[in-house]
């Protein structure tokens, strides 16, 4: 833990320069805006230690997969996000001396995150080798309105000195990810231009073949004042700049804007796509700074509006979930349908930049509550993706559709067999989202247009997957990795057969009622899947004969076959040495230990609250917490929703500490290499989900509320139906005010109340 | 399945050349002498398909571990054999056109390996470009009375020319790996010397710093009388040659005999191995070809009365056992306890040279029952590497020894965790391997002397790897990967919990033993390891307690834990394009599967006959023979010789055959790489303990012999306890003659018979 940044209720701050931190607040201070982001790096040259790391929404790289010992079905390539042209960077030259905080004296330093307005900042006193000090500020954003468009503004300001300074504002397209095979670069030059108006540079990946055209141009001030100063285009091979020279006496600041635009064959022709961006540039241009930054705020304050929680009483956590709604809202708006959410979103090269369960497990309900047709998105993508996902099944032997672990275009990326063969899991959060989003929004069209299809094929799937065992009579799954990755190749993992068996379940339901209330829709769906009832009866008779595994004597679901043979012992009989365990433990030693990385048997209970009643969430919970060791940022958001559940409100607010400030304090030690942007939703969950207990039963809004200790109340906005509600906690009462759509019900500790928007519903609370 | 060599008793010919089988002729046509070995590749340049190999046991590289994701414990290298200098070159340029059979018409190809003599010869008529025609012929031999010696002899007979040829014998240091990763070479150069004598080069290893020296100096013979002729050096930056130029008339032949030795800092100190190589040379070159060849022969001849096996009335099963027996003398040979067996000896860079459970587990008995001395370089082998295996068991957490599943200097160096971290049962072939010398020879020097310290740390290593289950009081162990690679990470497999337990009862048995025996060594021993009572008792109540899963209603043993579990169906079910499955399946449905890849129950039953009765043999061979696919090539020989015990004679003979031309038919069409090496013993195996039924009980040697069917008979050669035999069964009778030694009794069927030097011993047989 790291507690580096200064507690403020919309800003992130750091103050003093820390070099061998820099790549944690490089991660902290990244920046996106769904179509591309970066790290927070410097523009100006820097010679010290840092991960610098500008990416594209959607720009990957198949990189090949290495592994020593291949098996029959790994793909060949692994999907990489790629580091891209760097268009932020402004090389200073004062008096010929190069501005580099690696070889200056640095000062009054300080970088500060303006979430609300989605502003980077940053101000600094350097004092060269030559002993000459200025007083430099930078600040930069990446358009919400116009996602294509970012501006950075810099200033210069000599306290001790006059003369000569030199702006190089620059495209450098000589860029290589950190985590490339021997280190290949992934791009090759493919034009640049240059007039008095700006300067292209149009660049593509290899294999893949995106093109992408940064085009940039800057404006001089001196003291506010527009300035015309000499010019000099600068090129080499995959680099293009321009120098602006400029005379300036001591106390004098001089400011340079420049303008960026960032286009790609992903949305224009490549013939097209250096007028598109030039184009693009000069409409930037002609709006100026001042009017771009304004259209940005605007946008910023409506995801604001759709999106905020305020917590009172804590402002460490006013920061913390902050900063989490922040990153999100930051990495993905849902405007691009092709597009998903990657764990680190835009601020590391780790991962891949690829999607995970993660989004329909974990980040759908916030995209859900907040903005539906953001939500809706999230579902198409794998509806794009039913192809590959069949594709991927029918590789490894099986019908229907398996999606993949971990991807970029639909095709599987991952190659560990333990995984990318067995964690099929996955499957089941693909159908729990159609579910979720039908169920909170009772909008059913997604489902009967795209999702029925979806979930007939991950049907199919399962109907091959499992195996009957007839000394038993009942249909099992062998070998398979649950949520749980410290397990491997077990069978009967209690969470996959719960999946599994509810989809079969859920799939049924709804052609059935698809049947009879769109009979003719209904005939054409089955016609185009080609189902017939043996089929479904087979659905069915699996779905009834599905084998469960429990543990008798504790009256609780046995995590997997055998999980009771293994060595029992809880994590508070570990020494503190030993955590975590990924990185003490060999890996032979985790899988033979009954540790549990991440919520399991509690993930099932969290995603069908209503099937299981109080004493059995809490059997399992007493049983499963204390063995789990949360090494994945995803467990503990579970683990606290459920107990809120059962009514542990202290350990729910313990759980929730673990994720509300994982990046901001460094938690886990390894911010270094980006954030944990799908862990990040967690404190989301837990607050929205867990402590105001937000849920929809039979179309209605339900919420079970209460305060932790620790704060005085919070307050969040969420969307249901058409209606914008804004709800309100503290320790006497619930508040709610909707400020858009019809009157309804909503049911609070089980009583039902009317809300609209004429009426500020408060409801009293007990303790 | 290739039927390519013509079947001769003691010759493996090839005629006409087939360039695209060319890698597999190479493989066959490999040499070996235990100090160095190479791949039958064209000695003139060919610029044809061709994986040239020249291997020196024991010079290996650590090669960057390639894996796409890491486990706590592996290891950080892998070490792999390495392709060293070429030293049988010999460009030939004939009135300037370069001998390159890529580039002839190439007409009575034939190339010939003498088994008997060790000696390879290739013969062929070569028409070049200009229409030359030659007739030329290769010899080549690794000295196996001098290791480090080898000699090469050519002679070129024009056809329909005369003119200039110019032979350019070489050393090339400038080598390389076809498996390296990203092409990079292994070797540096350190020196090359030339003078009217000879030439030299040495190389350098990179990271291992091995020493390479190879020496070599030719003659040059017109019509088989020496000629002076025209000697230039020629030197590259890793390669040096003598240019010898003769003028010669039609029909005239020219022949060269190139003399080289081949020296390593393995051997020598670094300062004085290029004069230790040119001495040796020297030597060679005084002692001349003919008296050189003639003492390999006479090694060779005794290689042959060690272990020549005779079978009669099946020419090829002849030519297939001979071929495996010839193998495995090259490669082995035990005069260095460093060196042990590659699963490809010196036949290819796969597998990285590197040692497996195979020495133990099925290579030992071949040297065990033919060279008592050479099994006990074998075990020494392995104390050698005891502290390795110490600090590998340390590495994942654990007391005592785990032997690496892959070693090249007692390092652990693959990186599988169900292999590396899973598939312990090895260490269970290492205390086999123990006992088994024990029993055979009677002489407990090895086990009283080292043997003893790597069992005690065997145990230590089970007594902390089992883990109590108090629900079924019984000692279990999780989280295996058996012999049966298609399942991992199993509970309790069969096969593992029996070496276990049967290790500790050994080891306690020994030290018991020891102790009334020996009793100041006892104390010396217990005193050195630090030895006590509570800990052999523990031993004791693991022992006692071992679990062993069963399938009561079959009466059979379980594989593993939930192996029932599984659907059940059998390999004859299987429609043939599925097979094999390795190839087939992906590698989930192959783990999902009750498909075993090689024997698993039966490896335990084969080690130990004595323990179960033959309907418990019978059950679980009847049950998982069916179910098992071979694709291992240790796999059939078990099954075989468990067969024979069965009485399943003609299943034993069919299983047989899957062997015992494994590399000649290229049976699993991936001879190319290599030949098979630890698995040809897997014939010998068959016929010895199998057909002949070969054991040693309560010290006395028995036999359980029969003849297949397909065959008139079979003879062999062991040596039993300072007696060498001679053993001839066919269907009437067993005889054995005894050459030397003392007198003793021999048990046929049960029945005991006495066999001494002076009684030929006939024993008719039934059936």
Known sequence: ??????????????????????????????????????????????????????????????????????????????????????WIGINI?????????????????????????????????????????????????????????????????????GGKIVFEPYLDGDIS??????????????????NEQYIVLTMETKKTAFWLSTATESKVYKDGIEIACERNVIEKEKYISTSLETAVNQGQEISLIKYVSVCTSRDYDKDELEAQATTLLKQALNTGYNQLFEQHCIVMQKKWDASDVVIEGDIKAQQGIRYNIFQLNQTYTGKDPRLNIGPKGFTGEKYGGCTYWDTEAFCFPFYLYTDQEVAKNLLYYRYLHLPQAKENAAKLGFKGALYPMVTMDGQECHNEWEITFEEIHRNGAIAYAIYNYTNYTGDSSYLETYGIEVLVELCRFWADRVTYQPRKDKYMILGVTGPNEYENNVNNNWYTNL????????????????????????????????????????????????????????????????YMDKEQTLVSDLPSEALPLNKNWSWDRILRSCFIKQADVIQGIYF???????????????????????????????????????????????????????????????????????????????????????SVHE????????????????SFKINFRGRDLKIKVDSGQLEISQTTGTPMQVVVHQETYQCSMDKFLVVPLNG
Chains 1, 2 share one sequence.
Not at 23 to 49: A, C, K, V
Not at 177 to 194: A, L, M, Q, R, T
Not at 703 to 709: D, S
């Open 1 to 86: 833990m790291n507690e580096k940044y200064i507690p403020d209720e919309w800003k992130i701050i750091e103050e003093g320069f820390v070099p061998k931190e820099n790549r944690l607040s490089e991660s902290i201070f990244s920046l996106g805006n769904e179509h591309m982001g970066m790290r927070g790096f410097f523009e100006e040259s820097y010679s010290g230690d840092s991960l610098q790391g500008t990416y594209i929404a959607g720009i990957y790289y198949p990189d090949k997969t290495r592994v020593g010992w291949w098996k029959n079905g790994y793909p060949e390539f692994f999907a990489k996000v790629l580091n891209a042209t760097n």
């Open 93 to 161: 030259s004062i008096n010929g001396q190069s501005l580099d905080l690696a070889q200056c004296e640095v000062s009054d330093f300080k970088r500060e995150l303006d979430m609300k307005q989605g502003l980077l900042t940053r101000t600094f006193v350097a004092k060269d080798a030559k002993g000459q000090e200025s007083s430099v500020k930078f600040k930069r954003f990446l358009s919400m309105q116009s996602p294509h468009i970012a501006c950075i503004h810099v200033s210069v300001t000599p306290l001790n000195y």
């Open 177 to 194: 990810n950190e985590d490339s095979n021997y280190g290949e670069k992934f791009w090759v030059p493919i034009d640049k231009k240059s």
């Open 499 to 562: 999946m599994a068996s509810w989809t079969l379940a859920y799939t049924l339901e709804n052609l059935r009622e698809l049947k009879i209330k769109a009979c003719s829709h209904y005939l054409e769906v089955v016609d185009k899947l080609g189902l017939d009832e043996a089929e479904t009866l087979i659905w069915k008779e699996i779905n009834e004969k599905m084998y469960f595994p429990t543990v008798e004597e504790l009256a609780i679901f046995e995590q997997n076959d055998l």
């Open 608 to 694: 069908f609250p209503e099937q299981f009643d109080a004493g059995c969430k809490q059997r399992n919970f007493d049983f499963y917490e204390p063995r789990t060791v949360h090494e994945s940022s995803l467990s503990p958001s579970i683990y606290a929703i459920v107990a809120c559940q059962i009514g542990y409100q202290d350990k729910a607010h313990e759980m929730y500490l673990r994720t509300a400030r994982l990046d901001l304090d460094n938690y886990n030690d390894d911010t270094d290499d980006g954030v944990h942007l799908t862990s990040m939703v967690g404190s989301w969950l837990v607050l929205i989900q867990g402590f105001a207990g937000v």
């Open 699 to 714: 179309n209605q809004l339900s919420f079970n509320p209460f305060v932790p200790k620790q704060w005085q109340g919070y």
